[in-house]
């Protein structure tokens, strides 16, 4: 059975850090591309960052740039996304996915972790 599985989320003061983390179990996903999202209530699922095979590229929405950081660590299955200069807008419950190609809609992405709640209070 694969699984994906995030940590990390919690409770952060406004201009605090996180780091989140996914790890899979069940299937390798090194030729895999990997990928973070976000969701609020009464809101789509939205992009954050994504990471492609071997980490060769990495891309982020708009609102991220420059404050997130997405990583891999294939030899251990995980993908990271170190989360700086938070703000109350990026509270929301965090997603990992795994698709088999760089992608950022959610439609592309097969396998979802159960998501983390992240928190920034002002």
């Known amino acids: 059975q694969v699984q994906l599985v995030e940590s990390g989320g919690g409770l952060v003061q406004a201009g605090g850090s996180l780091r989140l983390s996914c790890a899979a179990s069940?299937?390798?996903?090194?030729?895999?591309?990997r990928g973070w999202f976000r969701q609020t209530p009464g809101k789509e699922r939205e992009f954050v960052a994504g990471?492609?095979?071997?980490?060769?590229?990495?891309y982020y929405a708009d609102s991220v740039k420059g404050r997130f950081t997405i990583s891999r660590d294939d030899a251990k299955n995980t993908v990271y996304l170190q989360m700086n200069s938070l703000n109350p807008e990026d509270t929301a419950v965090y997603y990992c996915?795994?698709?088999?190609?760089?992608?950022?809609?959610?439609?592309?992405?097969?396998?979802w972790g159960q998501g983390t709640q992240v928190t920034v209070s002002s």
């Open positions: 996915a795994s698709s088999p190609k760089v992608a950022t809609m959610e439609r592309d992405y097969d396998y």
């Open positions: 990471i492609s095979w071997k980490g060769v590229s990495t």
């Open positions: 069940g299937r390798t996903f090194s030729n895999y591309a």
